[in-house]
């Protein structure tokens, strides 16, 4: 495996994101000699999180919709794509179009490099799900397509690949946890610590059966690094926890350390669980979970209290 200070150039897209703000902030928190010669970040948006000095002196902000032709003159020598990563509205139609369409404006874009980048990108634990056949065309239509375009993208990228000859790394990302995430609202973890600092209530729209895992945003991000420079470049690794918790245990947990109530819905969707088995990837790239989901929720709800002067 190589190491990250061996790597010359590393262009992160989606770089504003939860999962590119994870990635920025773990590698500040690296030595200086450890971190790469020179960091782009290509964001939509532009970066509204402040960069500690020794990132900011090494690196460059792109602004680019990347859903238009790239027009981005740099030629890094490793790209992390992230770009429409936890998108508002996930499972639209337009998001899964926006998806593919930045993927194939990335592939033109690295036809035209000099040298080939390593590429990794970030994929969908519900891929796993479609290939399995647990996701239903008729019933879960919305996600069931996301699935499906998730799947196509990975496999024209593994298709290019070859084509164009670049190193590619695809992992499959499941559900997270950790600070960055408090302002997304549409994930379990974050809805209940939210809800529960500010209103001291609980409400669980979904099944409180339903099983998840919460892979902390520091352990995501050391992962997702360390498919970056493996020399045993993958197209099937699961980033994810293999710690299951229940909807009723995540909720439960939130409001014994906030003293918040829970509800439930009287009518609540079938339970399904959303697992990774991490096994093989945890062995491919030498990493293990680290901070538990408990503590991820503590350090939320600490977080959330600062934030608001509920300390």
């Not at 939509?44 to 602004?63: A, E, S």
């Not at 298709?159 to 408090?182: E, M, N, P, Q, Y």
């Not at 895992?213 to 050391?222: C, D, F, G, I, P």
């Amino acid at each position: 495996m190589l190491s990250l200070n061996q790597v010359r150039s590393l262009m992160i897209t989606g770089a504003s994101g939860f999962v590119g703000r994870s990635v920025i902030d773990y590698l500040s928190k690296l030595p200086q000699e450890k971190l790469p010669l020179e960091i782009l970040l290509v964001t939509r948006n532009g970066i509204h999180f402040p960069l500690v000095r020794k990132i900011r002196d090494i690196t460059k902000i792109i602004k680019s919709d990347l859903r238009q032709p790239w027009s981005i003159d740099f030629q890094p020598t490793h790209v992390i794509n992230l770009a429409a990563d936890g998108s508002f509205a996930p499972y639209s139609a337009e998001a899964n179009r926006d998806f593919e369409l930045i993927v194939r404006n990335l592939l033109y874009w690295i036809s035209d490099c000099t040298e080939r980048p390593r590429l990794f990108h970030a994929s969908s634990g519900a891929c796993t799900e479609y290939e399995l056949n647990l996701l239903n065309e008729r019933i879960f239509s919305p996600r069931y397509e996301f699935a499906k375009n998730r799947k196509n993208v990975e496999d024209i990228l593994e298709s290019a690949s070859k084509s164009l000859s670049f190193d590619l790394s695809v992992a499959r990302l499941f559900s997270f946890s950790g600070t960055h995430l408090l302002k997304k609202r549409q994930y379990a973890i974050s809805d209940f610590v939210n809800s529960a600092v500010l209103e001291n209530r609980i409400y669980i729209k979904g099944n409180p059966n339903t099983i998840r895992s919460y892979l902390h945003q520091e352990s995501m991000a050391e992962w997702i690094l360390a498919a970056l420079i493996s020399t045993d470049v993958n197209t099937n690794l699961q980033i994810g926890s293999q710690s299951a918790v229940t909807l009723h245990e995540l909720a439960t947990y939130v409001s014994e350390i906030t003293h918040a109530t829970v509800s439930y819905s009287q009518n609540p969707p079938l339970a399904d669980t959303y697992l990774p088995k991490n096994l093989d990837t945890r062995a491919k790239l030498g990493v293990e979970e680290g901070k538990t989901w408990e503590i991820a929720v503590e350090e939320m709800v600490n977080e959330m209290r600062v934030h608001y002067g509920r300390a």
